[in-house]
């Protein structure tokens, strides 16, 4: 059946139920997608189903294919990836030597404002992977984007660490919501 012209009313009631989607829906769906994990009720369970579908149909999109080609699916991924979060996480994306994705993993989670990084923990994964190059991602949940001084020390203590086993750092990226700044794109690399 072709959804294309289905109402998102519609199309919501059928995944939620429509007494769910009258109470919840207000005309936007971020809100309901972005939905926390921890204290979802249980009319969007569903929704958060569909979310982690969504996200693990975007790492199927982004594996095995060279990460800079769609760097909109990376970032949508990543979107995906912290949507909803309370809390600040760090995520590592392990690429080969030609930049495609070998695996996605969330190494480090911490509070509302900061996570503990810890490099030799990258390199030790890194090494497990054989990968080739990186990308890192954090969150941000109180809605800023905008990178700290703390996460460019980071990112340069990361960069150095893993220079020593010729594992290239091609970006960081800080989400915030529907935001996304990327340290490559600023210079900060």
Known sequence: ????????????AALIGADATEARYEGRLRPLFEANRD?????????LV???????????AIRG???????????QFLQLAFAGQSYE???????????RLIEAEEPFRGTLTQTAVYPREIVKRALHWNAAAVLFAHNHPSGAAEPSRADEHLTASL???LAL?????LDHFVIAGSA??????????
């Open 1 to 12: 059946m072709d959804y294309t012209h289905t109402s998102t009313e519609t199309l919501l």
């Open 39 to 47: 204290r979802a009720d249980d009319d969007l369970v569903p929704l």
């Open 50 to 60: 569909a979310r982690e579908l969504v996200k693990r149909w975007l790492a199927e």
């Open 65 to 75: 294919q060279e990460v800079f080609a769609s760097p909109e699916a990376v970032k």
């Open 89 to 99: 996480s760090f995520v590592v994306l392990y690429l080969d030597a030609q930049h």
């Open 159 to 161: 960069k150095t660490a």
């Open 165 to 169: 086993i010729d594992v290239r750092v």
């Open 180 to 189: 996304v700044v990327s340290f490559a794109e600023r210079g900060l690399l």
